[in-house]
């Protein structure tokens, strides 16, 4: 059965930092393509990263590039993003997601999420 | 960015309705398109995939159409467990974009 499994979210200061981290079972994690998506309260997702099977290829959305860093560990089969100068507005709920196939693919698996609130 | 606009955003319905949402993209994305349903509290789940593949283990109820700029998803006959909100999404580009969504709700 595949699973994912995200964690780490909190209550964290604007300007802070935070890292998310996401386990991937049940299936080859290296072969597959993942993603971060996140939603915030009341609102539809909005995809955050993406990176590739190998970790060689990477992609922002506009709005946390410069901000957040995607990276993989295939050895343990995991997904990091690391949040820094965390705004009001990166408020959401994050998941983690499986891209179904290449990198023009949907995502066919998602983690539960973890909620990260940035408040002062 | 491709931006995807959904309508309507909400509406009623009961069991046994033929329900249809409509998907519209702001350029040609050709058949890159999937639809989610999202429960309250739970991550969304992919329905169908390439406009109109449904994904495995998806009841056949479920149907998705077109190609280009305008989609469409379709409920046959509407069950208690369809109650959700529903997202149109674009992988298009590198970018994904997703719908406002679609709240569908028991009249």
């Known amino acids: 059965e595949v699973k994912l499994e995200a964690a780490g979210g909190n209550l964290i200061q604007p300007g802070g930092s935070l890292r998310l981290s996401c386990v991937g079972s049940?299936?080859?994690?290296?072969?597959?393509?993942m993603n971060w998506v996140r939603q915030a309260p009341g609102k539809g997702p909005e995809w955050v990263s993406y990176?590739?099977?190998?970790?060689?290829?990477?992609y922002y959305a506009d709005s946390v590039e410069g901000r957040f860093t995607i990276f993989r560990d295939n050895a343990i089969n995991s997904l990091f993003l690391q949040m820094d100068s965390l705004r009001d507005e990166d408020t959401a709920v994050y998941f983690c997601?499986?891209?179904?196939?290449?990198?023009?693919?949907?995502?066919?698996?998602w983690g539960q999420g973890t909620l990260v609130t940035v408040s002062s | 960015a491709i931006r995807m606009t959904q309508s309507p955003s909400s509406f009623s319905a009961s069991t046994g309705d033929r329900v249809t949402i409509t998907c519209r993209a702001s350029?040609?994305?050709?058949?890159?398109l999937a639809w989610y349903q999202q429960k309250p509290g739970e991550a969304p789940n992919l329905l169908i995939y390439?406009?109109?593949t449904l994904q495995s283990g998806v009841p056949s109820r479920f149907s998705g159409g077109g190609s280009g700029t305008d989609f469409t998803l379709t409920i046959s006959c509407l069950q208690s467990e369809d109650f959700a909100t529903y997202y149109c999404?674009?992988?298009?580009?590198?970018?994904?974009?997703f719908g406002p969504g679609t709240t569908v709700d028991i009249q």
């Open positions: 997601a499986r891209q179904r196939g290449g990198s023009s693919s949907s995502f066919d698996y």
């Open positions: 049940g299936f080859t994690f290296s072969s597959y393509n």
């Open positions: 990176i590739s099977g190998s970790g060689g290829t990477i």
């Open positions: 350029q040609d994305i050709s058949s890159y």
């Open positions: 390439a406009a109109s």
């Open positions: 999404q674009q992988y298009y580009d590198y970018h994904p974009t």
